[in-house]
């Protein structure tokens, strides 16, 4: 009899999300549990199977000296390691901290900030190890995930979409927000992975799936600024949920220190 591979979901600095969209996964969920032994996955379940793990999930971005330690525990215990979620993937909403003085926040809000032990910066797993692939999303999408998780079972290239949210708008005939309503929208510079929710519903696109295959941020940034957006409110645009994602960060730094020239 095969034996069935190991699969390990682990989780850093993180709000859960996206494991628990692999919960949300129900009937799909049965079919992968059919051809792989969840081996540790504490949201799921206590049991937990010792390593090595044929293939681990990895959740959340490192924040602490601990976390920045145990990700190589992780990955020496782990044959495929896929990161899953904005967190893991681009630092996550808690990268906003890397624009500004950590100090500066603890000091703030807790009452004794000698017990805080953290990291200057909130940073992606792959800044720490070597990472086989990166799914993106805040949260992911679940049937992209089951993709994933069944290509590197079968010893396939995982296929996941890499253009832009404003394909998905055309393919589901929304009216584009940002040409018909002037609603600023950072969907052209978004990896598709939502089913394009938010212009769906007249809004704007918040950039949860971080950047598409060679997004051109500095034209949309222009785009912005035509529809009458402030260059700081061009920034906050930009850094949300992948705020720390390479292109993301490298516009939002220029579109900053442009603002501070013309103060």
């Known amino acids: 009899m095969k034996k069935k591979p190991k699969l ?7 709000c859960d999300g ?3 969209s692999l919960l949300d996964c129900e009937d799909e969920l049965l079919a992968v549990v059919g ?13 937990v199977v010792k390593g090595p793990y044929d293939v681990s999930l990895v959740e959340g971005s490192i924040t602490t000296p601990h976390d920045a330690e145990r990700i190589h525990e ?18 996550g909403i808690q990268a906003l901290r890397n624009f500004k003085d950590v100090k500066e926040f603890v000091s703030i809000v807790y009452a004794k900030p000698s017990y805080i032990d953290t ?13 086989d692939f990166e799914l993106r999303g805040c949260p992911i999408n679940k049937y992209q995930l089951l993709e994933v998780i069944s290509a590197f079972l079968n010893g396939r290239k995982p296929n996941t979409p890499t253009h832009s949210v404003c394909t998905e708008c055309k393919r589901r005939e929304i009216v584009c927000v940002m040409v018909a ?9 978004t990896q598709v992975g939502c089913g394009a929710i938010c212009p769906a519903y007249h809004r704007g696109c918040y950039g949860c799936f971080g950047p598409k295959e060679t997004p051109n941020t500095s034209s949309l940034s222009d785009r912005w600024a035509a529809l009458g957006v402030a260059t700081r409110d061009i920034v906050r645009g930009l850094r949300t949920f992948n705020a720390y994602a ?3 960060r490298k ?10 020239v013309s103060r």
């Open 74 to 91: 992780v990955r020496r215990a782990s044959k495929f390691l896929i990161t899953i979620g904005a967190c893991a993937t681009a630092g």
């Open 35 to 47: 051809e792989i032994n969840v081996a540790n996955f504490p949201e799921a379940s206590r049991a």
């Open 251 to 260: 516009e939002s730094e220029t579109c900053e220190s442009e603002e501070k």
């Open 18 to 20: 996206c494991q628990l």
């Open 8 to 14: 390990a979901v682990w989780k850093f600095a993180s």
């Open 246 to 248: 390479d292109t993301f």
């Open 181 to 189: 309503h002037r609603t600023p929208c950072l969907g052209p510079i």
């Open 119 to 131: 990291l200057n910066k909130s940073t992606p797993i792959s800044d720490h190890v070597p990472v």
